[in-house]
């Protein structure tokens, strides 16, 4: 099977389970999507669902959170794999900071 082949397959695959199939050009540097293609992330999508998942979170938190999960550890692709997958299957826990602490103390229990 052809790359193109297989990416044709795992496309239509995401498009049956409900995903968007967006063309590059759509999300090319340039489009407001992203700066530059370096970027393997889409900065407003990911604050978009950060947002959507911790809607009692100030933004201004989401927005470090993004930066530290985006911002890789290692050189080693297979530790970033893991620590990726780590932050997507059990989630993300905020470094203690005086931010981080202030918002704790801030929000409501219970």
Known sequence: MSE???E???LDTLAELGW???SGQQIAPGSGEREKWEELHIP???LEALRKFNAKVP???LQQALAEIVTPKSIDAITENHRVHTYLTEGFRASPTS???AWRSRRPSG
């Open 8 to 10: 044709h397959l795992a």
């Open 59 to 61: 933004v201004q938190y």
């Open 4 to 6: 193109d082949e297989w």
């Open 44 to 46: 407003s999508r990911m």
């Open 20 to 22: 968007t199939v967006t």
């Open 99 to 101: 931010t981080a602490r």
